[in-house]
């Protein structure tokens, strides 16, 4: 077993506090998001590693399957709102990654083999989103999922508003994507968000027993499997991204969006109730 930084994928040096952690074993690329101080929210540090890590992990001919993860008590808790309200204030000042959430999602959406996420707590944002994009899906009995956007008066992202109701049926979905409630791990195993649900300390076990069994089977058998299961779906997705992104860019720096990350900023719950009519 080896553990490496996404600095260098080939390498295995420890490097026990880079943004994301990279272990492989029998031909399971273990991806870990390491930012537990900050509930593994993604800075643009982390979503550049973890597309990194993707592309080389799709390249690299040694490894089957990817199984995704997080450190400490969350899995991911979405896009780091202290690095948006920089943005948002600052445009001028604000630094942009390599890929950034968009070259993350276009990652995700052209990786070839199974991807495997365990999701070990905290799921909010792309934090749950990226379970369109799951061949499995397993999920810890103390986890639990949001998608905010409501309440941060933004849109869908990450074609979400195409991938879950496909996944889980549209009524769900329109819960799950507007209402920014918290689903528990039976909720989304019931509505078909996860596929199994396994208590905490058998999460990883039981997600890495299944990657096995795949991992097991001819790469280029799994590459094609994959392919004609998500082919149909490639030009639907592209659809969903340009009006989710045309959308979002509408509403980012609304009056009803600056209401929500001063909430966010101050410790307080957002007030809509006196924006201008139609925000």
Avoid at 18 to 25: C, G, H, I, S, Y
Wanted: some cysteine; glycine content about 6%; charged content about 20%.
């Amino acid at each position: 077993m080896t553990q490496q930084s996404t600095t260098d994928v080939g390498a295995a040096a420890v490097t026990p506090n880079a943004p994301l952690l990279v272990d492989d074993e029998s031909r399971i690329r273990t991806l870990t998001l390491n930012r537990p101080e900050a509930l593994n929210a993604c800075n643009e540090a982390l979503y550049d590693a973890l597309t990194d890590a993707l592309l080389a992990a799709a390249e690299d001919p040694s490894v089957a399957v990817v199984l995704l993860t997080g450190a400490g008590r969350a899995f991911c808790a979405g896009t780091d709102l202290v690095e948006m309200a920089s943005r948002v204030m600052d445009p001028d000042g604000y630094v942009e990654g390599k890929h950034g959430f968009l070259g993350l999602i276009d990652a995700l959406v052209a990786f070839p083999k199974p991807l495997v996420i365990a999701v070990n707590g905290l799921g909010l944002g792309i934090g749950t989103t990226i379970l369109g994009f799951a061949d499995l899906a397993f999920m810890s009995t103390t986890a639990k999922l949001k998608c905010p956007f409501t309440s941060l008066a933004v849109a869908p992202e990450a074609a979400s508003s195409f991938l879950f109701p496909q996944l889980i049926g549209r009524q769900n979905a329109t819960w799950a994507l507007l209402s920014s409630e918290w689903i528990s791990a039976d909720e989304a195993q019931e509505m078909g968000l996860v596929w199994k649900v396994a208590e905490p300390d058998r999460l990883l076990s039981e997600a890495r027993r299944h990657a096995a069994v795949l991992a097991a089977k001819p790469i280029s058998s799994l590459i094609a499997c994959k392919r004609t299961i998500t082919a149909p779906l490639r030009e639907q997705i592209a659809a969903a991204r340009q009006r989710e992104n045309d959308a979002f860019v509408e509403l980012l720096g609304g009056p009803a969006n600056n209401e929500a990350l001063a909430a966010f900023a101050e410790g307080r719950t957002p007030d809509f109730t006196n924006l201008p009519p139609g925000w």
